[in-house]
């Protein structure tokens, strides 16, 4: 109970905070933040992989298509 009572309260706080506020908080969380979003991603992917293993790319694969998002991002500067 005392969790939710202290979630309660942040949003509560973050909901009125000030931007100077706002931005020393997110500081203190963004690598938590960071972390979690790569390991939801990571989890995601293997599940992917999972499901179905052989919807893969080859190095070569991966590699020229990779250069051909360089190639067509570099064609529209």
Sequence with gaps: MLDDNLK?????YIDIADEKKL????T?????????????ELEERLTDFETNPT????????VN???QQY?????FK
Excluded at 28 to 40: Q, S
Excluded at 71 to 75: I, L, P, Y
Aim: no cysteine; aromatic share 6%.
């Design 28 to 40: 203190l969380v963004e690598e938590d933040i960071a972390t979690e979003m790569l390991e939801l």
């Design 8 to 12: 309660e309260k942040l949003h509560h």
């Design 71 to 75: 190639q067509h991002k570099q064609a």
């Design 55 to 62: 919807d893969t790319l080859s190095f070569e694969q991966l």
């Design 23 to 26: 931005a020393a908080i997110y």
């Design 65 to 67: 298509g990779a250069r």
